[in-house]
Structure formats: structure tokens, C-alpha cells
């Protein structure tokens, strides 16, 4: 519904200035050439490692079923142009980042 699109929104628009809230032990970080990152800690080490300076969402989506949503957008990795893709997932502890991949380019 209406409201789980707002909601969805909402945790993006917040994650996009601190993705810890939205972290949990299942949280998967991609990046190039890189192991898969798994765990909050983990997500959070190669997010500073790779230089993920900020992002800015430029679309979301969400399921009829209202449980995962995604989002897509611009980042900025040690002050260069990149994109990210998040896949959400809604639980009983509210909206959590399933994955997410940076890609540099711009």
C-alpha cells in the first residue's frame, strides 16, 4: 500500500546518509573484484574501504506483496562518480538492506 511506499522511501532517504540502522547479520555488500561482504561490520569495513562517500536514490520500487523493495541511484566512492542497487527487505524489525552493490563509473 501507499504507506509501505512511504515508509520504503523513507528508510532509503536515511540509509543514504547512514546505512548502520539498516544493517543486520544477513546485510550483503557486492563490489568488484571483491568477496562478497556479509554482516553489518563486515558491509560497514568495505564501505569505508572502497571509499562510499554518499549516495543519492534516484528511483524505488516495491512489491505488491509490500515485504522487499528496491532502490537504485548515484554514489559517490572517493569522490568519484559510481551507482548502487539495493534490494530491502521488511521484517518484523522493520526495513533492513538484503544487498546492495556499488559499481564505479559515472
Do not use: C
Not at 528496491?70 to 542497487?85: I, N, Q
Amino acid at each position: 500500500g501507499g504507506s509501505s511506499q512511504l515508509d520504503h522511501s523513507r528508510m532509503d532517504d536515511a540509509a543514504n546518509a547512514d546505512l548502520t540502522p539498516f544493517l543486520d547479520s544477513n546485510s550483503r555488500l557486492y563490489y568488484p573484484r571483491k568477496a562478497a561482504s556479509i554482516g553489518a561490520k563486515a558491509v560497514l569495513r568495505t564501505a569505508s574501504d572502497i571509499g562510499l562517500e554518499g549516495t543519492k536514490t534516484t528511483q524505488i520500487g516495491l512489491t505488491s506483496s509490500g515485504d522487499l523493495g528496491w532502490s537504485v541511484g548515484e554514489a559517490t566512492l572517493a569522490g568519484k562518480p559510481a551507482f548502487f542497487a539495493r534490494v530491502w527487505r521488511h521484517s518484523s524489525s522493520g526495513w533492513k538492506i538484503a544487498a546492495q552493490t556499488v559499481l564505479p563509473g559515472g
